[in-house]
């Protein structure tokens, strides 16, 4: 594993734990915003941020009307989405249907950019499936069906952009490229919020201040811009298996601190969930080198080749310089120059002119004698 490998492992990992604090954060973030408002306070705080510390001429060059598009719909659409189904289901519910993210993305991916994930794989993403329908089917607390399936609908958005991410981050800053999805998914949400939601309340303690400060630096500015350093080194298949490190963390904040009831149901949708993704995620971490797709192998023999010339190259001559060499002293072996060659066209040079003398002849008898 060489050094940018690990450096995108240890992102990934770290934007995974973070990811883990989002939805706890959120469940009590919403008791002050609205989803609207929560996902512009979130995203605003974030933007100024980013944009305050990467350089100008690389935030210019991002800052695209697609960049800001995608922004609006991946970062602004599915975080709205996700707050509403946060809002209507249980903290573990939530963070264990998040489970469901890498499946989705080994899906999409597949189908979009005919990538297709090993059979060990597939494996395990129908497990992670077969949980998710354990643990939304299950009930219990505060969950409800239309919590659950506004989560997944998030979910599905979440996937779709993180497809794309991975070619939309070639050539481009991560860190300017994030700043202005960020600016893109603020300014999208905040007409909605305003129209919808209306104006938001005052605090009604410093608990709610810190969920949500937590929530845009730890739980957003963070883990987005640390994944998406590390999707421009992985493909789309590997980032997504880190994600599976948010429903752990999530799902154990939900029991622990918010007392979500934890039956057998959920528990084995949760176990279902955390072996699809040990079976989806072992193949894609593999150090072994990837054996290339059958597409991949008619293309290849379809590439044309370089055509090399089966003649061995002759050693050029070398051209004389000088026409009469002499010793330099009795003794020594070393040769010069004493009467050189014209500078014809042979030479690259024009002759010197008949009858020049003075300095320009003293100069080429000087390089004469150097050769």
Not at 74 to 83: H, R
Not at 230 to 252: D, H, T, Y
Not at 340 to 350: C, S, V, Y
Request: with cysteine; aromatic share 6%.
């Amino acid at each position: 594993m060489n050094i940018n490998r690990r450096r995108a492992v240890a992102a990934l990992t770290a934007a995974g734990l973070l990811w883990g604090t989002t939805v706890p954060l959120s469940k009590l973030a919403l008791g002050w915003l609205a989803p609207g408002w929560l996902t512009f306070v979130r995203f605003g705080l974030a933007a100024a941020i980013l944009l305050a510390a990467a350089p100008r001429a690389r935030v210019r060059a991002a800052c695209t009307p697609s960049v800001l598009a995608s922004g609006a719909i991946g970062y602004g659409g599915s975080v709205v989405v996700q707050n509403a189904g946060i809002t209507r289901t249980s903290v573990s519910h939530a963070a264990l249907l998040i489970g469901a993210t890498p499946v989705l993305v080994a899906i999409i991916a597949a189908v979009w950019h005919r990538a297709v994930a090993r059979p060990v794989a597939w494996v395990g993403f129908v497990v992670s499936l077969g949980g998710v329908a354990l643990v939304a089917g299950g009930g219990g607390g505060s969950a409800t069906a239309a919590g659950d399936g506004l989560v997944l609908a998030s979910l599905l958005l979440s996937a779709a952009f993180t497809v794309a991410q991975a070619r939309r981050l070639q050539g481009r800053d991560p860190v300017a490229l994030t700043a202005v999805q960020f600016l893109g998914a603020a300014l999208a949400v905040l007409p909605f919020s305003v129209a919808a939601e209306g104006v938001p309340t005052l605090p009604a303690g410093p608990g709610v201040v810190l969920a949500v400060a937590g929530l845009a630096v730890g739980g957003t500015l963070l883990p987005f811009t640390l994944f998406a350093y590390a999707q421009g080194r992985v493909s789309a298949e590997v980032a997504g298996a880190f994600l599976n490190l948010e429903p752990l963390v999530g799902a154990v904040a939900g029991v622990v601190v918010f007392g979500d009831p934890a039956g057998p149901v959920q528990l084995a949708g949760g176990v279902a969930i955390l072996a699809g993704i040990a079976l989806s995620g072992l193949p894609l971490l593999g150090t072994a080198r990837r054996r290339p797709a059958p597409a991949e192998e008619r293309q290849d023999a379809h590439r044309p080749r370089p055509r090399r010339d089966p003649r061995p190259r002759r050693p050029q001559a070398r051209i004389p310089r000088c026409r009469i060499l002499e010793r330099r002293s009795p003794q020594s072996r070393i040769l010069r120059c004493r009467i050189p060659l014209p500078r014809d066209a042979r030479h690259w040079r024009p002759p010197p002119r008949p009858g020049s003398a003075g300095r320009p002849a003293r100069r080429a008898l000087s390089r004469a004698a150097r050769w």
